[in-house]
């Protein structure tokens, strides 16, 4: 007869800076971070009448927006309040199967009820569209805090080359100058096409940053980045340090070493 009081072992928790959270599933784990989203956007909400969300491409948060479209427990999601901005996004045509905004619409935007007004695709056609993007996030975000233009809560992944957003490692993004929001980046480790990426200055600047991992496919980069202190132009996801804000690593037991 097992124990009833026998307690399951705890999760490994990765030594990673900021906040670590880990969860036996994919399933729990969303549980979780859609917990906290939905808290950030009402807090924001509250303060300042809107809320600011940029969100990653790639495969991983696939799962974690079509949970935000059905899950009832987050049925209150302020959407109507929600500004959608990208963190990066690759440089192909609207209806490319690689653009990340294909993905986030097909997922998410086209069953919320966000005001199309307030979704911001990367214009990556067009030759100025990082200029574009940086000047209409000012416009969107300056308001509130006069010279801190600070997303509310954004969604990162990481390669297992330790990119993170389109900053790869060795790339002219990584060392933006000062005052850039977005930038085109492009370069041996840029996984083509070109990008558009959202920059470590507003990046950083963020209330709240959620770097989402999963599965075993993850588990030895975060070995290495838990191993050694590589530096960020060898491991861009290192060079997340949120200046005032969150930093908060979502991770399945899967995606941790043991
Ligand atoms: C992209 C993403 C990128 C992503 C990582 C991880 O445009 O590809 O924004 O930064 O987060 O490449 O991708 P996976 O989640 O597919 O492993």
């Known amino acids: 007869m097992p124990d ?12 990673l800076p900021g906040e670590v959270l880990v969860r036996e599933s994919v399933d729990d784990l969303l549980d979780a ?22 969100l990653s491409g790639g495969s991983t948060p696939e799962p974690l927006y079509r949970r935000l479209m059905y899950d009832q427990r987050v049925r209150d999601f302020p959407w109507k309040k929600t500004h959608l901005w990208q963190v990066d996004e690759r440089c192909v045509a609207d209806d490319d199967d690689r653009r990340n905004w294909k993905m986030i619409a097909d997922l998410l935007l086209d069953h919320s009820d966000i005001p199309l007004a307030q979704t911001h695709p990367m214009p990556v056609l067009d030759p100025g569209g990082d ?18 233009d600070r997303l509310d809560y954004v969604v990162l992944g990481m390669g297992n080359d330790f990119h993170t957003a389109s900053l790869f490692p ?7 100058p000062a ?23 507003i990046l950083n600047a963020s209330r709240f ?3 989402l ?46």
């Not at 009833?4 to 030594?15: F, R, V």
């Not at 574009?132 to 975000?141: D, K």
Request: charge should be neutral.
């Open 4 to 15: 009833p009081y026998d307690i399951a072992p705890p999760l490994p928790k990765p030594a």
């Open 213 to 258: 991992i999963t599965g075993k496919g993850k588990r030895d980069t975060i070995a290495k980045l838990v191993a050694d202190s590589r530096d960020p132009h060898e491991a861009p996801i290192r060079g997340i340090r949120p200046l005032g804000g969150t930093l908060r690593w979502y991770l399945d037991r899967d995606a941790c070493p043991e």
């Open 170 to 176: 060795g790339s002219v993004a990584l060392d933006a």
């Open 131 to 148: 200029l574009a993007y940086e000047t209409s996030l000012r416009e969107a975000l300056e308001w509130r805090e006069k010279g801190h």
């Open 179 to 201: 005052g850039r929001l977005a930038v085109f980046n492009d370069g041996p480790g840029v996984v083509p096409p070109k990008r558009m990426t959202l920059t470590y200055e």
């Open 209 to 211: 940053l959620a770097v």
């Open 33 to 54: 971070m859609t917990s906290d989203m939905l808290f950030q956007a009402k807090s924001c909400v509250r303060a300042f009448g809107d809320f600011h969300l940029a």
